[in-house]
């Protein structure tokens, strides 16, 4: 079932559901984001993780049909919230698989999706990797730029993990870095790592961009990233991935 007959099928039937995990600021506690996470609820099977059926998206090509829907779903939902007046400073992040970047026009599909959902541009980031960015420097600089211009916010997921030149920093219209969780789990004890994460978020600084840490899953990691500065966590500490309505609970509760 986890095929390309399969996963055309789970567009055409509305299987796919989009998890949200939150975002906090780490100098206000405040949570301030939230990244969309793909989830696949297979009759029969339960949840399917993106793990299992990216690679076969990519392949097939159909991430950029199944990406254009998680974007529309994620801004539809921003705008419900908006309009019930909840979490109105939320921000939500979006991945963006290589081949959905490199459509042809997706700074075009991604404003009409803002067009037509009244979603704001600045109420929504673009998750991208380094590899992604790397593969084409020229062109990805151009469509950057072009969301840049619209307003939308971008970030640089797994930051650390892909081989690439740091000169792009510098050239591309960023806003964040997001810390790979690798680096975050032994950080309190590995000094390597904690070398890392120091140095990520002094670049990150210097070139004024925030800094966002993943797979932050205690309150030692949380300790740490707060000595260094880091601007804002994501992690099972402070909440994992849940459905919508948990985690519209877990926004009430976290006022
Ligand atoms: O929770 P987690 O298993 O959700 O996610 C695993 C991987 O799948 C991550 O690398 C994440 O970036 C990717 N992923 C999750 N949702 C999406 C999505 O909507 N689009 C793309 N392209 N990747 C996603
Ligand atoms: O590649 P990307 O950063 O988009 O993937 C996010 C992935 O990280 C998802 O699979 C999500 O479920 C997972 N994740 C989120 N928080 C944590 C955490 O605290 N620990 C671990 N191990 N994984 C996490
Ligand atoms: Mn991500
Ligand atoms: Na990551």
Not at 57 to 75: K, M, S
Not at 104 to 127: F, H, K, N, Y
Not at 158 to 183: E, V, W
Request: a negative charge; aromatic letters at 8%.
């Amino acid at each position: 079932l986890k095929t390309e007959t399969g996963l055309r099928r789970a567009l055409e039937r509305g299987e796919f559901v989009v998890h949200y995990q939150p975002q906090m600021d780490v100098a206000t506690g405040r949570v301030i984001g939230a990244e969309a996470l793909l989830r696949w609820e297979l009759p029969g099977q339960g949840m399917v993780f993106p793990a299992d059926f990216i690679p076969i998206a990519e392949e097939t090509g159909l991430i950029v049909p199944i990406g254009q829907w998680v974007l529309r779903h994620v801004c539809e939902q921003k705008r419900k919230w908006h309009d019930a007046g909840w979490f109105p400073d939320l921000r939500i992040a979006v991945n963006l698989s290589a081949r959905q970047f490199k459509q042809q026009d997706i700074a075009r599909a991604v404003s009409q999706v803002l067009q037509e959902t009244g979603c704001r541009p600045e109420w929504l980031e673009l998750e991208i990797t380094e590899s992604v960015v790397m593969e084409s420097p020229e062109a990805a600089a151009e469509t950057l730029h072009k969301l840049s211009t619209m307003g939308v916010h971008l970030s640089i997921d797994d930051f650390g993990t892909g081989y690439s030149s740091l000169s792009y920093l510098k050239r591309f219209p960023l806003d964040a870095l997001k810390i790979d969780r690798s680096f975050v789990r032994d950080v309190t004890v590995d000094a390597d790592d904690a070398a890392i994460v120091r140095a990520v978020i002094a670049l990150a600084h210097s070139l004024k961009l925030s800094v966002i840490a993943e797979g932050v899953e205690t309150a030692d990691h949380l300790d740490f990233l707060r000595a260094q500065q880091c601007d804002a966590v994501q992690g099972y500490h402070l909440g994992r991935p849940m459905p919508v309505d948990k985690f519209e609970h877990f926004m009430r509760e976290s006022k």
